[in-house]
């Protein structure tokens, strides 16, 4: 079934276009279109969120020392006047022998460890120096190497999905090296998946203030200036991420994205093709291309950019939720099928996409788009119960359009406002 909607998204654009093109005409979404996180929605009403933010994998930080860690043993050989005081000294001497050992296989380990299983090993190991009393720079090479460890953990724990875990991590590296930026930077993120943006935001500029050279800092930064509805600071720091790293796809998809929002999308285009082509294998930056797409008028691109991105991923219910509207909703009728346009909301249905009020509203649209305008006004009845109080006006609005037997259409492009972020993914 999932693969039969995009067949027929493929096929249907191979009848389209050898049709006269029409330039003018685009969806509006009541004046304005939602992105969703990674995954843009052109949508006429407010769309999903996903449940939490991502936090991003980060390259492998470069072990804390590339040599062998120096073991540094300071015998203090005084004449003991007893055989007590001798042994005890070399109790002493033989505590510090142990904890640097330890220190030098922690380091070993560290070069290779990878699993939950290697970077406990790696910090029992380093703890343990320190309760037998590592001294100086020892000392300070152990706490060094927890905190790097902990972190390392804790990306292992959020992609498992061990949130909890990995926050824990987190900060507990911090508290071992409070300059460990890589650890400061994924605690902005856990803040910011928790909503505690103001919190995010400081950590994202104290890894910038620590190291001015990470580029994924700018494009959470970045992230946090669009919610805030800073648009000139947003685009200042994608732009600076993309210097940095010119092959950061999040960066570039996050300009694309700007430039949309403030209505150049010319220059949005290029953005997103260029996004396409640093991470091929991903259908969001697809999605958000075939939105933009949409909004210019160019619904036969728009269309087989969904198509694409359906292919790519079979589940990705933004797809199938996004082409189901504009074939359901679109203002020039050679573009619309209704059928296709039901099959495509069902299927995000079946995909779980985002907030489920969502592709209610579309199945409702496609149902009216059918002339099903009672079982329309049923399913939109569902979307308003699911729907957030700030959304059901929308919704209501529909429901008289569908009692009054008329299906819904979006508005010609000229006619758009520009688009307002929901919410971004914070990297």
Avoid at 219 to 224: E, F, G, K, Q, S
Avoid at 332 to 343: H, Q, S
Avoid at 383 to 406: M, Q
Wanted: with cysteine.
């Amino acid at each position: 079934m999932k693969a039969s909607f995009a067949h027929r998204l493929a096929r249907l654009m191979c009848g389209l276009l050898v049709c006269s093109m029409v330039s003018t005409a685009a969806s509006e979404n009541g004046g304005s279109m939602v992105f969703v996180d990674d995954e843009s929605v052109s949508s006429n009403f407010s769309a999903s969120k996903n449940d939490s933010f991502v936090v991003v994998e980060e390259e492998p930080p470069e072990s804390p020392r590339s040599a062998r860690a120096e073991v540094k043993v300071r015998s203090q050989q005084k004449k003991a006047r007893s055989n007590s005081a001798r042994q005890v000294a070399a109790r002493q001497a033989q505590k510090i022998d142990e904890a640097g050992q330890l220190l030098v296989e922690a380091h070993n380990a560290s070069t290779t460890a990878k699993t939950e299983t290697d970077l406990s090993e790696v910090i029992g190991k380093c703890v343990t120096a320190l309760r037998l009393g590592v001294k100086g720079e020892n000392k300070k090479f152990a706490t060094q190497l927890i905190s790097w460890s902990l972190n390392r953990r804790g990306q292992v724990y959020a992609d498992a999905g061990k949130l909890e875990l990995a926050d824990a991590d987190f900060e507990e590296a911090l508290h071992f090296d409070t300059n460990n930026w890589r650890a400061l930077h994924n605690r902005g993120v856990s803040y910011a998946e928790a909503g505690q943006f103001a919190e995010a935001f400081d950590d994202f500029n104290r890894v910038i203030e620590t190291n001015p050279q990470f580029a994924k800092a700018y494009t959470n930064r970045a992230t946090l200036f669009v919610q805030a509805g800073d648009l000139e600071s947003a685009e200042e720091d994608y732009e600076k991420a993309c210097k940095l790293d010119n092959k950061l796809a999040s960066a570039r998809l996050g300009l694309a994205r700007a430039c949309h929002l403030s209505g150049r999308w010319d220059e949005a285009l290029e953005h997103f093709t260029a996004a396409a082509k640093l991470d091929p294998e991903n259908p969001g930056i697809l999605c958000s291309r075939g939105d933009l797409l949409a909004d210019m008028g160019d619904y036969p691109e728009a269309l087989a950019s969904y198509a694409l991105a359906i292919e790519l991923k079979p589940s990705f219910g933004h797809a199938y939720r996004n082409g189901a509207w504009l074939l359901a909703t679109c203002p020039n009728e050679e573009f619309r099928d209704p059928k296709n346009a039901i099959l495509g909301a069902k299927q995000a249905l079946e995909s779980e996409y985002g907030e489920r009020h969502v592709a209610l509203d579309t199945l409702a649209a496609a149902l009216a788009s059918a002339g099903e305008f009672d079982e329309a006004i049923e399913t939109l009845e569902e979307a308003i119960e699911l729907a957030p109080s700030g959304i059901r006006a929308d919704y209501v609005t529909r429901v008289k359009l569908y009692e009054a037997g008329k299906p819904f259409r979006t508005q010609p492009v000229a006619e758009v406002s520009q688009a307002v972020y929901e919410e971004d993914e914070i990297e």
